[in-house]
């Protein structure tokens, strides 16, 4: 069982930054593959980005990509996402995911691939 919890968000103003971290309980938090999603009012939880076990490999969304960087830490088991230049379309509410062991890239990218949920943090971007 992972217990993942995150933090960071806010209410922030278009082109500024947030930084969202995601803790995770468990002895095995280097064993996970992780990923942030997010989800706004009204549609479905997207992918945003993931990274692999020793930080091996990194991917985004096209809608995210050279604005948003993840990043773990196996020492401190953590997982954050540094958000820079936001948009108004940024707004949601952010989830940390976690799944063990190895997984594809087109399936790091899936939501069904995630064993564990964190509860989210709520970021709204204004114009």
């Known amino acids: 069982q992972v217990q993942l919890v995150e933090s960071g968000g806010g209410l922030v103003q278009a082109g500024e930054s947030l930084r969202l971290s995601c803790a995770a309980s468990?002895?095995?938090?280097?064993?996970?593959?992780m990923a942030w999603y997010r989800q706004a009012p009204g549609k479905a939880r997207e992918f945003v980005a993931a990274v692999t076990q020793n930080s091996d490999s990194t991917f985004y969304s096209d809608s995210v990509k050279g604005r948003f960087t993840i990043s773990r830490d196996d020492v401190k088991n953590t997982v954050s996402l540094q958000m820079n230049s936001l948009k108004p379309e940024d707004t949601a509410v952010y989830y940390c995911?976690?799944?063990?062991?190895?997984?594809?890239?087109?399936?790091?990218?899936?939501?069904?691939?995630?064993?564990?949920w964190g509860q989210g943090t709520q970021v709204t971007v204004s114009s």
């Open positions: 995911g976690s799944r063990i062991g190895f997984a594809s890239i087109a399936n790091l990218m899936k939501y069904s691939t995630y064993d564990y």
């Open positions: 468990g002895r095995t938090f280097e064993n996970y593959a």
